[in-house]
């Protein structure tokens, strides 16, 4: 569990760093995204048969950092619809 909680924290702050911009979230929101990113990037490797969902391999760590990419722009447009 830890492991996975370290796995999401590393994807999340890969996501934050391939966007370009700054992003105005906590490192929290990143965790969270991040693991929300690892397991959908498990998930993916799971349905591809390459393995288990909270096994994460070079595959599901590409989707898990793409998956948490997109988590972490559609986390600032919501944010940024609400302080305007």
């Not at 924290?9 to 996501?15: D, F, N, T, Y």
């Not at 799971?46 to 559609?74: K, R, S, W």
Request: charged share 10%; proline share 1%; net charge positive.
């Amino acid at each position: 569990m830890i492991g996975f909680i370290v796995a999401g924290l590393i994807i999340g702050a890969l996501a934050r760093l391939v966007k370009p911009g700054k992003q105005n979230l906590s490192l929290l929101m990143t965790l969270l995204l991040g693991l929300v990113g690892s397991v959908i990037g498990g998930g993916v490797a799971n349905i591809l048969g390459t393995g288990g969902i909270f096994e994460l391999n070079v595959l599901g760590f590409v989707v898990a950092v793409i998956a948490a990419l997109l988590l972490i722009g559609v986390a600032e447009g919501a944010s940024g619809s609400r302080k305007t």
